[in-house]
């Protein structure tokens, strides 16, 4: 069964600190991996990776893949409170039809 | 309007009736997903469409639930008899295979009393 494990599932840090989400996961038919964004409703996407080792940026949010240890990492650096969401990662699979698995997310609460 | 568009937001239902939510997908998008989040958990798959065709039903959709896309443009998911356990948030996501990601709609939040 696919299986995608994010950690940790809760975090309270204060703004201005750099915090690392982690997903990883076990999957038979890997094509991408996705992180998303869940404030009160829809999850809005952040980053898609298809490749290792390549690091995709947008502000201060990053994320990067390792297909070997099967692993994803979504920083974000001189945190927010508007950063204050549920973040979402997601594995694409294929075979027979594409979808996505998701992890159960990381509650990511930032105070002021 | 170029996203997900998805209703009713909120339904609330009594235990044993039936209901029924919409999506309509970006225009361009010939597949379509239904996926059910519950608090404190990710969301979980229920249905695939690529244009008016349902290409996989999950485990989860047990017969009281169908969905149809008539035409491969807006979607509808019928729950029959609903029970307390139909208690989720239902989404509904759209892609076109190419670019990348998924783009959800708001959802519609069922609560079964």
């Known amino acids: 069964e696919d299986k995608v494990v994010q950690s940790p599932l809760s975090l309270v840090v204060h703004e201005g600190d750099t915090v690392t989400l982690n997903c990883s996961y076990e999957?038979?038919?890997?094509?991408?991996l996705l992180w998303y964004k869940q404030e009160k409703k829809a999850p809005t996407f952040l980053f898609m990776l298809t490749s290792s080792g390549i690091e995709k940026k947008s502000g201060r949010l990053s994320s990067i893949l390792d297909k070997k240890e099967l692993f994803s990492i979504l920083n974000i650096t001189a945190t927010q409170t508007g950063d204050s969401a549920i973040y979402l990662c997601a594995v694409e699979v294929s075979g027979g039809s594409e979808k996505l698995v998701f992890g159960k997310g990381t509650k990511l609460t930032v105070n002021p | 309007d170029t996203g997900v568009s998805q209703n009713p937001r909120h339904k609330i239902t009594k235990r044993g009736q039936n209901v029924t939510f919409r999506c309509d997908p970006i225009s361009e998008h010939n597949r379509l997903y239904w996926y059910r989040q519950t608090l404190g958990q990710g969301p979980e798959f229920l249905t695939y469409f690529q244009n008016e065709a349902q290409l996989e039903k999950s485990r989860l959709l047990s017969d009281r639930f169908s969905a149809e896309r008539p035409k491969g443009s807006f979607s509808t998911l019928e729950i029959q008899r609903t029970e307390q356990g139909d208690s989720a948030m239902y989404l509904c996501a759209s892609t076109d295979g190419r670019n990348y990601g998924y783009t959800f709609g708001s959802g519609t939040r069922l609560t079964v009393v």
């Open positions: 999957v038979t038919n890997f094509r991408s």
